[in-house]
């Protein structure tokens, strides 16, 4: 039998692990919207209101995910076999490292994310692959602290390129909270040829600044940026074709276009890479 997440018993068990119920988490609230059901009645409420906001039924959230796996296997075609995957969120469908193995089965994923949810589903979901996939707590907002991590430091070989994905991330740091530093601090340690895939919600539509209040009312986060502030975040890189774009027009699959809609608009990404001249 399928019990809710927010039933009495189930409850105690994750507040043991450090999970706090009673507050929405944006790893919940993604949860939620793409159908999931690692989430409670508060990240419903917010899930909600998004899909109010733009009533998509969730496309936005599953174009994301889209976005990450056409990225992840464009880099593993590449040649890149290692990937640093930092707000990973929740397990859902194509996980980086099924993506990954897909192409490369040697493919090794390190997940970074600072919920103890995440940590605890991603090591459930990894127990199967410990060879070649990890998964560490850490905090966006401290670089250093995460590539220090020794799990990180010596299960990636940094003499070699690395695939660093923030995909949905940075727009939950503030401004005072020094993104662009904190982006740079990681982009700077990255061995050359080494690339960041970066997702970022963007200010393009009336509805997604409709979105950012209300994010910032019930999650205490989510910073709408414009184009020219999501591409400064790939700033010491080499901004691939074809630059930053709504993630459906970066490198879409066969098939129509999707037309520009407060949905098709909310997330923009772009690929750098690091270690050629920069233009
Ligand atoms: C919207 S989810 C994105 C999940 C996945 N990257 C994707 O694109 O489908 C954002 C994730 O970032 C994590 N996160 C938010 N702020 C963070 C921070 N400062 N450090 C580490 N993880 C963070 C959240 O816990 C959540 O799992």
Not at 243 to 271: I, K
């Amino acid at each position: 039998m399928m019990v809710p997440r927010d039933v009495g018993w189930e409850t105690t068990d994750w507040e043991q692990i450090g999970v706090d119920t009673g507050r929405p988490s944006i790893a919940r609230v993604y949860d939620a919207i793409l159908g999931g059901k690692d989430n409670f009645a508060v990240d419903r409420a917010v899930a909600a209101k998004r899909l109010e906001l733009i009533p998509d039924g969730g496309q936005g959230a599953r174009l994301s995910r889209a976005f990450l796996a056409r990225g992840v296997r464009h880099l593993a075609r590449l040649g890149v076999t290692q990937f640093l995957d930092i707000g990973s969120g929740l397990p859902s469908a194509q996980n980086t490292h099924q993506v990954a193995q897909s192409v490369e089965p040697e493919a090794r994923v390190v997940y970074v994310d600072h919920d103890p949810m995440v940590l605890a589903h991603a090591r459930a979901l990894l127990a199967d692959d410990q060879q070649r996939t990890r998964a560490v707590l850490g905090d966006l907002r401290q670089p250093d602290a995460i590539l220090d991590d020794p799990v990180v430091r010596d299960f990636l070989d940094w003499s070699r390129p690395v695939g660093l994905l923030l995909l949905g991330i940075v727009h939950h740091l503030a401004d005072a909270e020094d993104p662009s530093g904190c982006v740079r601090a990681l982009v700077d340690r990255l061995p050359p040829g080494s690339y960041l895939l970066l997702s970022h919600f963007s200010d393009a539509s009336a509805e997604a600044r409709a979105l950012e209040q209300a994010l910032q009312q019930m999650l205490g986060s989510g910073r709408m940026r414009s184009e020219l502030e999501i591409r400064a975040f790939f700033d010491g890189t080499r901004l691939q074709q074809p630059g930053v774009v709504p993630v459906v027009a970066w490198q879409p699959d066969d098939g129509p276009a999707e037309p520009p809609t407060p949905s098709t608009l909310l997330v923009f990404g772009g690929l750098g890479r690091i270690g050629q001249p920069l233009t």
